[in-house]
T-cell receptor, first 110, second 115 residues
Framework: GQSLEQPSEVTAVEGAIVQINCTYQ??????LSWYQQHDGGAPTFLSY????GLEETGRFSSFLSRSDSYGYLLLQELQMKDSASYFC???????????FGKGTRLSVIA | DAGVTQSPTHLIKTRGQHVTLRCSPI?????VSWYQQVLGQGPQFIFQ???????GRGNFPDRFSARQFPNYSSELNVNALLLGDSALYLC??????????????FGSGTRLTVV
C-alpha cells in the first residue's frame, strides 16, 4: 500500500516562514508534488520534485530527499491568502495516478 | 482557454439512486482522472482514462464506473448511492497519464449529497 504522512494543522504568523513536511512509503516513487486547496475550491498545482534538491517558485519552495522518503513545502513571506490546505502527492510509476496525502491545513494569523 | 469544466456543481440524491457526473478536460488534454474528496481528507483516486481507455482504477466498489468519449470528455457514474458517497468529486485533466512536471489541472468539482 501507499502512505503519505503530513501534519494535519499548522498555524503561522503573517510575514513569517512555514515548512510543511511530508514523508511517504510507497511501492515505487516517481516524484513528489504539492497542491494548494482553498476552502470550497479545487486543488491547484504548486510544484513538483522528481530529483533530490530544492525547487523554487516565487515565495514557495519544495524539497525532496529520495533516500529519506521525505519532502517539504516551504512558504515564505506568508500572506493571509496563503491560508488553505496543502497536499503532498506522489506518483508510484511513470503513468500511474497521483496518490494524495490527507493534507495540512495552514492558518495564517495576523 | 477554458479550464476543466465539471457539471453539475451541486447535486442532492436519495439513497439507492444513480448519478452521472460530467467532466470536460482542457483542450488538448487526453487524460482525465476522477477523485473523491471527503470533507477534511485528501482526494482519493477513483479512475484514470487516457485515449478513451481505462488506465487505472482505485479501491472503489463496482457501483462506480466511468468512461471517456472521443472528444476526451468523461462521465463518472455511481449506482445504488449510499450516504457514504456524499463527497466532492473532482475531475483532473492532464496532457498524458504521466505529466508529472505539469501537474494535474482540477475542475471545481461536483458536490454530491446523498440523503
Amino acid at each position: 500500500g501507499q502512505s503519505l504522512e503530513q501534519p494535519s494543522e499548522v498555524t503561522a504568523v503573517e510575514g513569517a516562514i512555514v515548512q510543511i513536511n511530508c514523508t511517504y512509503q510507497t511501492s515505487g516513487f516517481y516524484g513528489l508534488s504539492w497542491y494548494q486547496q482553498h476552502d470550497g475550491g479545487a486543488p491547484t498545482f504548486l510544484s513538483y520534485n522528481g530529483l533530490d534538491g530544492l525547487e523554487e517558485t516565487g515565495r514557495f519552495s519544495s524539497f525532496l530527499s529520495r533516500s529519506d522518503s521525505y519532502g517539504y513545502l516551504l512558504l515564505q513571506e506568508l500572506q493571509m491568502k496563503d491560508s488553505a490546505s496543502y497536499f503532498c502527492a506522489v506518483r508510484t510509476g511513470g503513468n500511474t495516478p497521483l496518490v494524495f496525502g490527507k493534507g495540512t491545513r495552514l492558518s495564517v494569523i495576523a | 482557454d477554458a479550464g476543466v469544466t465539471q457539471s453539475p456543481t451541486h447535486l442532492i440524491k436519495t439513497r439507492g439512486q444513480h448519478v452521472t457526473l460530467r467532466c470536460s478536460p482542457i483542450s488538448g488534454h487526453k487524460s482525465v482522472s476522477w477523485y473523491q474528496q471527503v470533507l477534511g481528507q485528501g482526494p482519493q483516486f477513483i479512475f484514470q482514462y487516457y485515449e478513451k481507455e481505462e488506465r487505472g482504477r482505485g479501491n472503489f466498489p463496482d457501483r462506480f464506473s466511468a468512461r471517456q468519449f472521443p472528444n476526451y470528455s468523461s462521465e463518472l457514474n455511481v449506482n445504488a448511492l449510499l450516504l457514504g458517497d456524499s463527497a466532492l468529486y473532482l475531475c483532473a485533466s492532464s496532457p498524458t497519464t504521466g505529466s508529472a512536471n505539469y501537474g494535474y489541472t482540477f475542475g471545481s468539482g461536483t458536490r454530491l449529497t446523498v440523503v
